[in-house]
């Protein structure tokens, strides 16, 4: 496992059971095994930890959805991963979530609330592309008052993974969430999110994502990467990127060397945003 990693997931460990502000370095160091020297040469501070933390998972959640709603499978089939994916996210990362919504993200500075605003936002566009091939014309009207039910249901019923101590049937709600966006779909009729409101849902600056943005994110990679093929994969891709003319062809080949990778999920749907904007 990489340092890096270690170190963040040793540190959900320790913030999930006492707490971010009464968790210190040293006892991060500890339990990793290493110097705090060590930790120095990852993390400049306990706060760019929590930074970095934060920012990877809404990473996982904002690529994993993406992933969802561009497979090719039958679109009824794609809401049931919708939600099937983000449940399984959050049980697969529940400690984390815990530390999430226990400190309220009071340390969190305001350039990663900028960012996690921004992830939303890419969310959003994923989520109503979804809508649009699922219904259409029938929710021209109300289909942003159905997003946000949709992430109103996903919410509510993430609360029984911190109040309930049994294993939940991942599956079954699931899909007891699909008969329950199709029932809204298909017989609401009465719009709330009117067009001003709707322009509080606007869609993310494509500036954000960058060459240098993703050049810097794949140097990060290569220092994790152990597979061959995925490092060579990540090398081509760099030079294909800062060609003036780059291939697509070829760029979108190296991405499925890399796209079964949990560590690179974020490059492939960063480099998928970069040429979809071309």
């Not at 800062?242 to 499925?256: E, K, R, S, W, Y």
């Amino acid at each position: 496992m990489a340092k890096r990693q270690l170190i963040m997931e040793k540190a959900i460990e320790l913030f999930a059971k006492q707490g971010i502000e009464s968790t210190s370095v040293q006892q991060i160091t500890e339990l990793c095994g290493i110097s705090k020297g060590a930790f120095y040469l990852s993390f400049k501070s306990k706060d760019e930890l929590i930074v970095s933390i934060i920012d990877d998972f809404i990473k996982k959640i904002t690529s994993d959805i993406d992933r969802v709603v561009n497979s090719p499978k039958n679109v009824q089939e794609k809401l049931y991963d919708f939600y099937l994916s983000s449940f399984k996210l959050l049980q697969d990362h529940r400690e984390f979530a815990k530390m999430f919504i226990k400190e309220q993200l009071h340390t969190v500075n305001q350039a990663l609330l900028n960012r996690i605003n921004y992830y939303e936002q890419l969310t959003n566009q994923a989520m109503l592309r979804l809508l649009d091939e699922l219904y259409g014309e029938k929710i021209k009207e109300n289909k942003y008052d159905l997003l946000i039910s949709m992430r109103g249901l996903t919410e509510s019923y993430s609360k029984l993974f911190f109040t309930i101590n049994v294993p939940l049937n991942l599956p079954l709600l699931a899909r007891a969430l699909v008969e329950k966006t199709n029932l809204l779909a298909n017989h609401t009729s009465i719009v709330f999110l009117n067009e001003n409101l709707v322009q509080q849902i606007k869609h993310p600056s494509t500036d954000y994502i960058t060459i240098t943005k993703i050049i810097q994110e794949i140097d990060r990679l290569k220092k994790i990467v152990t597979n061959q093929l995925e490092s060579e994969s990540l090398d081509i891709l760099k030079n294909q990127l800062q060609n003036d003319v780059p291939t697509h062809a070829i760029i979108l080949g190296l991405l499925q060397n890399i796209k079964n990778n949990e560590d690179c999920k974020w490059l492939v749907f960063m480099v998928e945003q970069y040429l979809n904007n071309k």
